[in-house]
């Protein structure tokens, strides 16, 4: 594998998840209804922290392939719990529809990414 590609392609992809972060800090109170379990802000908390946390993981190649796997998961957790009721649930209005199914299709590629970066860090080693 090409080593600047791969740095590259991890540097372009620790770019989302430190903003989605750093923006669950400065919008939790504005994020916690979204929260399908009880806790809301707390959780919201929480999970910018494993974001940012998975940014530096990605950026600074330790522990990587644990972060990757963490962050499948939690894309994941966002794509069935979150974006996918939004969207099911949308009715008629078409642009909240279309905004859930954008969002859940971007978390989905988003955990795919996270697993190819998971399989790619474990065959480095």
Do not use: C
């Not at 939690?74 to 069935?80: D, E, F, N, Q, S």
């Amino acid at each position: 594998m090409n080593a600047s590609l791969f740095l590259v392609g991890r540097i372009l992809f620790s770019i989302p998840f430190l903003m989605f972060g750093v923006n669950h800090f400065r919008y939790a109170d504005a994020m916690a209804g979204m929260v399908p379990i009880p806790g809301g802000a707390l959780w919201v908390y929480v999970t910018g922290l494993a974001q940012v946390l998975a940014a530096i993981a990605f950026l600074s190649g330790k522990q990587m392939r644990l972060a990757a796997l963490l962050t499948a998961v939690l894309m994941l957790i966002y794509a069935l719990s979150i974006h996918l009721p939004g969207f099911l649930g949308a009715g008629d209005d078409m642009a909240a529809g279309m905004n859930a199914m954008s969002s859940m299709l971007k978390d989905l590629g988003l955990a795919g990414g996270a697993l190819i970066l998971a399989h790619a860090s474990e065959s480095k080693k």
